[in-house]
């Protein structure tokens, strides 16, 4: 079994079609922040088993907000090991160095629909637009407006997550548990590893 996150949005409140939200993956498997300036979010390489995948983000407030408090929630999607990777089953970073977005498995042609906004097929409940955030302050990120699309797959609601100063000399851990989702958070205005495994609907923030 392989494991795709299709989708991730991070808000200030547990619900995710609240305002505001920053999305940080999007259009089946994009790792849209990694386009930000001031950002070096991606998938990591290699995967270390085809149930695991794991991705970098680099912590943040959002722009105007002086709340500190954060929940990414997560679309999860498990498929057959034999899966080939295509536009529709993908994990994509973008590379500052090529200028070009690139596949963590397969051939990196599939991500290109990450630039153009097209990598669900015509018809599909999972078609949305990219919305790349405006200016931001450094480690902020804007928030775009509008209603969420409507998701065939388990969603997973990360948080609350703390997110404080570098200048500070220890981070806090919040942990929440539930039926499902396990978690463990440690943040800070650095790089936030994300580990998300199938087995067992584990999810975990790690700090790098």
């Avoid at 919305?131 to 969420?148: C, F, I």
Wanted: glycine share 6%; charged share 15%; with cysteine.
């Amino acid at each position: 079994m392989m494991i795709f996150v299709d989708r991730c949005v991070a808000t200030l409140s547990p619900d995710a079609t609240s305002s505001p939200r920053y999305e940080i993956i999007a259009q089946n498997g994009c790792l849209l922040d990694g386009k930000q300036e001031d950002s070096s979010s991606a998938f990591r390489s290699p995967k270390p088993t085809p149930d695991r995948l794991q991705f970098t983000i680099d912590a943040f407030r959002f722009v105007g907000s002086d709340n500190s408090m954060i929940y990414i929630t997560c679309n999860l999607r498990a498929v057959a090991e034999s899966q080939v990777p295509d536009p529709m089953n993908k994990a994509c970073s973008f590379s500052k160095s090529t200028n070009l977005w690139t596949a963590l498995e397969g051939n990196s042609a599939i991500c290109s629909c990450c630039e153009t906004g097209n990598c669900a097929t015509t018809g599909s409940s999972r078609i949305f637009n990219p919305r790349y955030p405006g200016q931001r302050g450094v480690g902020k990120r804007e928030a775009p407006s509008g209603p969420l699309s409507d998701q065939e797959h388990k969603w997973a609601t990360l948080g609350p997550l703390l997110v404080i100063g570098a200048e500070q000399s220890q981070a806090l851990a919040v942990t929440q548990e539930s039926t499902n989702v396990e978690l463990w958070v440690l943040v800070t205005l650095g790089i936030l590893s994300v580990a998300v495994i199938v087995v067992g609907a584990l999810v975990a923030f790690i700090m790098k």
